[in-house]
Nanobody, 124 residues
């Protein structure tokens, strides 16, 4: 089970940190990702982190502004978002799946577990 939180309303240029707490699985064996869905659009990949924190992937739209991290002791994955833009407005979903060490999923079908989503709204 995944529980996302931390969304809200922020002005352009501002920051937010999303959190996603996982339960019911061995967290250290999970790869985790963040996806988002803007109004009228499909869900898109934002970022992912593998079982090793050194394995991270970012969509071009997130590079240089967003940072994904994980805390295995707290069973939580974070998404730090800086320099937010109005086009970042979306519902953000965390996702997880058990993986081997060398594989970090970056596509929606690769993930088995999904959180409920948290709304991020960036005003101009």
């Amino acid at each position: 089970q995944l529980q996302a939180s931390g969304g809200g309303l922020v002005q352009a240029g501002g920051s937010l940190r999303l959190s996603c707490a996982a339960s019911g699985r061995t967290f250290s064996r999970l790869s985790l990702g963040w996806f988002r869905q803007a109004p009228g659009k499909g869900r898109e990949f934002v970022t992912a982190i593998g079982r090793s924190s050194s394995s991270t992937y970012y969509a071009d739209s997130a590079k240089g502004r967003f940072t994904i991290s994980r805390d295995n002791a707290k069973n939580t994955v974070y998404l730090q978002m800086n320099g937010l833009k109005p086009e970042d407005t979306a519902v953000y979903y965390c996702a997880a799946r058990s993986t081997i060490m060398t594989f970090t999923p970056t596509t929606e079908p690769d993930y088995t577990d999904w959180g409920q989503g948290t709304q991020v709204t960036v005003s101009s």
